[in-house]
């Protein structure tokens, strides 16, 4: 299943203001998104890279790099410090204004969908002087994904699945994870309508009655003891995909693995009891 592409990004302008017009091989950048961090490494530039946000974790070698906050709690005066050619930020960073206000120039990516993860990489080549390898990049992840789907038994397409992501919340469809997880032609029992990722009613979810469940290890240990959910027959007959810290990252971040994400769920899925027509 190929990544859709939604129209062209407007805001590249930093090309010029910064001067790059080639690669940025001397150039010095600081991410504060996981994803943003693993996009740039994919795009070959990890070794521009002079400093992350704390959640960064791949490839391994950015784990030695330094740690500047995250999301609420940018370390500004660290970054700085850092001397960054280009700070690269996600949608929801507090940083943005005052990096700016001190000189830094900023560059911020939304990938909410794959459509937005399509254009991010496409945008984020061109910005880095890699527009080919951006482009190759996304035929590599669109093979991904087709080839998950191939391995998802016939005997799980359609089923319907809930996708929790922890303290009661859900992945609905239109959400990048859920966006996922169609892929691979299971059927999301949280509409977009609800929004990306809403508070479910545990009801609801009892109501639906999902196939499937996919949710973080902390999450499926207690949901036998939901009011109604020991009987659902996921829970009952151990349906539960559940999944450790870092294959929840790896599900859970809009960034250049998302082929590699779902191949991971197949094989979680894959590996379940089965369940009756």
């Not at 005066?77 to 949608?91: A, C, F, S």
């Not at 990096?99 to 399509?118: C, I, M, N």
């Not at 991904?144 to 038994?153: G, K, N, T, Y």
Request: a positive charge.
């Amino acid at each position: 299943m190929a990544l859709r592409t939604r129209a062209p990004a407007a805001a590249l302008a930093v090309m010029g203001m910064l001067g790059w017009s080639g690669a940025l091989a001397q150039q010095r950048i600081v991410t504060l998104s996981p994803s943003l961090t693993e996009a740039v490494c994919a795009l070959g530039r990890c070794a521009a890279l002079v400093g992350t946000d704390r959640h960064s974790t791949w490839p391994e070698g950015v784990q030695q790099l330094p740690r500047v906050g995250g999301l609420a709690d940018a370390q500004i005066e660290h970054i700085v410090l850092l001397r960054p050619d280009l700070v690269l930020l996600g949608p929801r960073s507090r940083a943005e204004e005052r990096l700016q206000s001190l000189g830094v120039p900023v560059q911020k990516f939304d990938a909410r969908t794959h459509a937005d993860l399509r254009q991010t990489l496409l945008d984020l080549g061109r910005l880095l002087g890699e527009p080919e390898r951006a482009r190759a990049l996304l035929r590599r992840i669109d093979a991904e994904l087709q080839s998950a789907a191939q391995r998802m038994p016939a005997a799980l397409r359609g089923r319907s699945v809930y996708v929790e992501v922890g303290g009661g919340s859900a992945a609905s469809a239109g959400s990048f994870i859920g966006e996922t997880v169609a892929a691979l032609g299971l059927n999301n029992i949280v509409p977009a309508e609800m929004g990306l990722f809403p508070k479910v009613n545990p009801e609801m979810v009892v109501r639906r009655a999902p196939d499937l469940v996919i949710a973080p290890q902390g999450s499926g240990q207690a949901m036998a003891d939901r009011p109604g959910w020991r009987a659902m027959g996921a829970v009952r007959q151990g349906r539960l995909c559940l999944l450790d810290d870092s294959r929840m990252d790896l599900l859970s971040r809009p960034g250049p693995r998302v082929g590699e994400a779902a191949q991971m769920l197949v094989d979680c899925l894959r590996n379940l009891p089965a369940s009756p027509r």
